[in-house]
């Protein structure tokens, strides 16, 4: 059975950090393209970031760029998302997404595979 599961999510000042983890089971990441999307309340979710399986010029949404980094380590099955300098308006649900490819997938429906999300909330 394949799972996907979030974990650092958390409350955290304005300028704080959180790493965010996706630890995957039942399917081998190092095969998987890897996305990292968000939802505000009351608005759609939006891509955050995505990552290839060579890791080779991952994509950032225009609103974290420079302050987010996602990576990946297939020893440990797991991929991360270091959001730095938080701001109040990247409160929402955190989701990671895993899709059969080597090349970057940016578009949310391209994804096969979801995780449950974790909540992260940045006070002001």
């Known amino acids: 059975q394949v799972r996907l599961m979030e974990s650092g999510g958390g409350l955290v000042q304005f300028g704080g950090s959180l790493r965010l983890s996706c630890a995957a089971s039942?399917?081998?990441?190092?095969?998987?393209?890897i996305g990292w999307f968000r939802q505000a309340p009351g608005k759609d979710r939006e891509g955050v970031a995505c990552i290839s399986t060579s890791e080779v010029r991952p994509i950032y949404g225009n609103s974290v760029k420079g302050r987010f980094a996602i990576s990946r380590d297939n020893a440990k099955n797991t991929v991360y998302l270091q959001l730095n300098n938080l701001k109040p308006e990247d409160t929402a649900v955190y989701y990671c997404a895993a899709t059969v490819a080597t090349s970057i997938r940016a578009r949310e429906d391209e994804y096969d595979y979801w995780g449950q999300g974790t909540q992260v909330v940045v006070s002001s």
């Open positions: 039942g399917l081998p990441l190092d095969n998987y393209a």
